[in-house]
């Protein structure tokens, strides 16, 4: 599922494998933290009918400090498709500070991760498959699903938020939401506003925002990307025509699919791969995410210009490796069917296809499953002004949630403030001073905030060469 994702450029922050489900307060281990939390599962009305339950998987890390403060921080992932369960090691990073004296709550959203993950079987030879069997598989799956994938809409994860707060005994809680996060905490602000204290919101999908409809804004960053590395001297110096030889990789791929030998991801056997012009460009999308991958991408573009597709390859055999957590796909690809695609109006679609390099192939694709799933639309009320206090954090670098997204966002949040961090890509919460900048907030969010450290961030060197940046 996870490889038609990629096809059609719907970039989920990654989910993970189901697992069992735990009692009412139980300790538990989960991936990416060494100390024992509290988790729980709570059960959830399935849907507005009566007709059954869903189950929740929730995990608590508590305060260090005994006298903590009554207010917790839940922590939202995003996606939509990825489970808090997921994102645990940010107590090691974004939340250090904060859990000091407050609870940490991390959530598995309903059909994510430990919640009744929403997904179909994955394909251990995705890399070898075409586009089209991709969409094919994918579509099967979703319509095998049918009427089970109703339930799921960001709605009712809202829904559900409330009902944590309350089985949990929070009187008022502080949200945290990452990308799709964002949203789903906006969404629960203006459905519960007398329950949040505050929101923090890194990398904020704004109420406009429609997913899969992000052309420009990665357009942008990687004409960005491709300015720094002319400005830069060693990447200027050892990629001095990247441009043009990105539009002749396009070109070639434009008039036929190329297919490269590769080591399968797991077993090591011989893979033969194709690699159309949307998977050339979902890997500009996935690296842009990130300052690191974006560094990798000269070298990347340069090798396969030159021939040499087993780099950019690898890149693409990583993302699908099955011992990486996968997102929650059809858990994405029913939201973004019923939520976004039928907003979609003619100047979105005129601005996806006028970018240069990306195009609406993405579009078309999912034109195509969304139109053959009929799925009724779930649109949104016109989001109304929040009192909350908040701090949205930004990426510079971010391609698909850059910072004018969360100026956008001000606009129904008149008592936030923003931070913006000049080096940085998609989510903010974990780096330099940002940990800090949130326990400071948390502690006083009607105070102003200052967060000129946030511009201590380096940008990673880029790399030249096989054995990385140049010395």
Known sequence: ???????????????????????????????????????????????????????????????????????????????????????VFLLDTAFAKVRATRDIVFIDQRGTGRSGRLDCAEDPD???????????????????????????????????????????????INLWGGSYGTRLAQVYAQRHPQQVRSLILDGVVDTELVLGANGPEFQAALDA????????TDCGHAFPALREQL?????RLD????????????????????????????????????????????????????GDWRPLLAVQASSLDLSAAPPAGALLLTMTCREDWPRLTAALRAGEAGTRVFGDA???ALDALCGALALPPQTPPPAQPLDTPALLLSGALDPVTPPARAERARRQLPNAQHAVATRAGHIVSGLGCAPTLLRRFLDAPQQPLEAACLDGIALPAFQTSAAGAAP
Do not use: K
């Open 1 to 87: 599922m996870r490889s038609w994702i990629s096809v059609i450029g719907l970039l989920a922050l990654l989910g993970a494998p189901p697992a069992a489900a735990f009692n009412a307060g139980q300790t538990c281990h989960l991936p990416g933290q060494h100390e024992a939390l509290r988790c729980l599962q709570v059960e959830v009305p399935r849907d507005s009918t009566g007709s059954g339950t869903l189950s929740l998987h929730v995990a608590v890390a508590p305060a260090i400090r005994a006298r903590a403060e009554s207010d917790p921080l839940f922590v939202l992932a995003g996606g939509p498709g990825q489970a808090g369960s997921d994102i």
């Open 362 to 364: 993405a579009l078309t």
């Open 225 to 232: 990307l491709l300015e720094r590395c002319a400005d830069d």
């Open 255 to 306: 008039a036929n699919v190329a297919a490269t030998t590769l080591p399968h991801p797991r077993s090591g056997q011989p893979l033969t791969a194709p690699l159309s012009r949307q998977r050339l460009l979902q890997t500009l999308r996935q690296l842009l995410y990130s300052p690191e991958g974006a560094a990798r991408l000269p070298y990347l573009i340069a090798r396969a210009d030159a």
């Open 247 to 251: 539009d002749a990789l396009l070109r």
């Open 126 to 172: 995705a890399l070898a498959r075409s586009d089209g069997e991709l969409q094919a598989a994918a579509l099967a799956c979703l319509r095998g699903l049918g009427n089970a994938l109703l339930p799921y809409t960001t709605d009712a994860a809202a829904d559900d938020l409330e009902r944590l707060r309350s089985t949990l005994g929070y009187a008022r």
